[in-house]
């Protein structure tokens, strides 16, 4: 419709002028829209901080420290590599507890689920690996009894294996075996057990018995000291001065035993299977020479009159 | 001469030097055993199965009616003859294992050579304690066992 109504103008002219409404205009703002981009920039980030600066001399506030970067976006470039300080991500230090750090490392190992550490994921992390093999291996079962109100019956650690045979004798297959072994040795008329199993003892001096008949392994009487004295001296010295060295052995010895009660020999034991018996006055010398042990000997032992020694 | 066989290695071996049980000797064998032989029917008379490592050293104590033996588990058991239960255990947390164990002339005391380069002395008369002020130290071992020895004056 016209703006300007021409209903009642045939009637008369002048009078209607007054009671014609004038027709509303809608106010028509022509002029552009202009944004000041740089006034706005300069009050909104004028303390934006360049991201590649190093060094700052203020302190700036952490909304402006850590405000996020702002500017169009190249559409061209890689948008992940503003995000990158690595090669394959971004890196950046994080504290973890050493407790929880265990506790969640174990929890991966054994059950294959931890919590996932990344910063602000929640969740898990899965190993299915580790899942399928949480069950434990197959373990030699012991007849034990831990429960310590049980008097009689408590093993503790001494608990033995189900299938363990526990004496120290050997069984009837061993006995065999050992036997065989020794009888093995026995075989061939001529030579001796001793020589073929490869015990012997060789004497190196000639003279064995003295002029009454009494073998080496009777004290000599003929010394400074007496040595069937029973007494302890009141006041014994340090020792200051190299007497002897024996020589005979060639590998390290394991043992030096002292004859009994009266110390006139002393038997050596070492590791190339030889145990020599060596006098300690007089002439000093070897006596005899034990041969039989394979392996290195370990410890000997003299019995009580020393007519016996034992040998490991 | 004559050979026993248990097809284990034994670490230590004694005689017991009592006049009635003269025949008898004891052997500490790797696998945590203490056995007792019979030199006259070369057959196992008595085990002590109690340690819990290989047997290092056996001595005896207390005119042979004891003997002492220290093993790889750190402990030292005192054991009556012939009852294969240790009447008493040594364990502390601080002690290493003895490689080298002595009685002293007198029959008090033993010295002990342990791993820490120490040498203690333990009395073994009835209560078998550390003596604390008589630990000896100055020797750096390598692991090996050095026997410790007493002068007949005890000094």
Redesign the interface.
Known sequence: MSLVSYAASDSSGASDDDSRPVAALHAVNSAPQVSDYARDARTQFSSAIDPKSRELSFNPKFEDLFAPQFGPENPFKDASAARRNFLTGSVEEAHVSAAQFELQRKNFHAYGLAANPSDGATGHVANHVAATCSQPRNKRKKVANADPSDVDGYTGPWAHFEDESRSARPSPEEQMEIEALLAKKKRGGQKTAEEEAGERATVHIEDVYDYQGRSFLHAPQDLDVSLRADHVPAKCFLPKKLIHTYTGHSKALTAIRWFPRSAHLFLSSSMDAKIKLWEVYKDRRCVITYLGHKQAVRDISFNRSGNKEEVV | ?R?F????V??????N???ER?HL?L?G?SDK?I?CWD?RSG??VQ?Y??H?GAINTVTFVDNNRRFVSTADDKSIRVWEWDIPVDVKYIAEPHMHSMPAVTAA?NGKWLACQSMDNKIQAFACMNRFKLNQKKVFQGHMVAGYAC?PDF???M?
């Open positions: 001469m050979r066989s248990n097809r284990k034994a670490y230590c071996i004694r005689f030097t009592d006049e003269a000797f052997s064998m055993k056995i030199t057959r196992i085990e199965d109690r819990l002339p026997a002068s007949p004056d000094r």
